[in-house]
């Protein structure tokens, strides 16, 4: 039994009822994930030592098309569990989705090596472009609280994809992220 019903007094919820609570909770992740703002420009050395620029990299991108930035870090345990995801879930989207999603993998706080060895471990190296961030610049340039995080952002560099963290209701947000987009 319910303790506000054994003491004969109900739990204020100054208004807002359970069920609305509940909806809410289930719904606003979502919905706060989309977004419309642009991304900074940044630019990052990859592992070829070659400086990339986003907003010159995105000139060779199709109007339809999807760039996926990836922040992640060595240190980052859950970071190496949601990379396979990613990878399988954009090599499967690639294959059925009228756009095409290029995948940007971005190493904050870590050194060329570690980034490196990392790429190898989560086998990277043809699946994405591997940036490193030794400064750890990102969380200002995009405006991101830790790791990991996703961002999903058009040729325009405006932010259509938003998560931070690994979990389940992340996860499940991002799938319908990209289930949402137009088939071929």
């Known amino acids: 039994m319910d303790l506000s019903f054994r003491s004969g007094r109900r739990a204020r919820s100054f208004g807002i ?7 809410l909770t289930i719904f606003i ?5 989309v977004s419309g703002e642009s991304l900074s420009n940044f630019a990052f050395f990859n592992l070829k030592s070659e400086r990339i620029v986003l907003s010159e990299f995105l000139k060779n991108v199709a109007d339809e098309d999807l760039v996926f930035v990836h922040f ?3 240190a980052c345990k859950p970071c190496k569990e949601q990379v396979p995801i990613l990878l399988d879930w954009i090599k499967f989207r690639n294959g059925i989705v009228k756009s095409r999603i290029h995948l940007w993998v971005i190493f904050v706080g870590d050194s060329w090596e570690t980034a490196n060895e990392y790429s190898d471990l989560l086998r990277l190296r043809s699946a994405a472009e591997v940036l490193i961030d030794p400064f750890s610049s990102s969380y200002s340039l995009a405006k991101i609280a830790g790791l990991p995080s996703i961002l999903i952002v058009d040729r325009n560099r405006e932010i259509r994809f938003k998560s931070e963290g690994f979990n389940e209701t992340s ?3 991002l799938r319908k992220f990209l289930d949402s987009l137009p088939k071929k």
């Not at 992740?29 to 994930?33: A, K, W, Y």
């Open 72 to 74: 992640t870090g060595s």
């Open 29 to 33: 992740p979502f919905f706060g994930t």
């Open 17 to 23: 009822g359970p069920d609305l609570i509940f909806v």
């Open 171 to 173: 996860t499940e947000t």
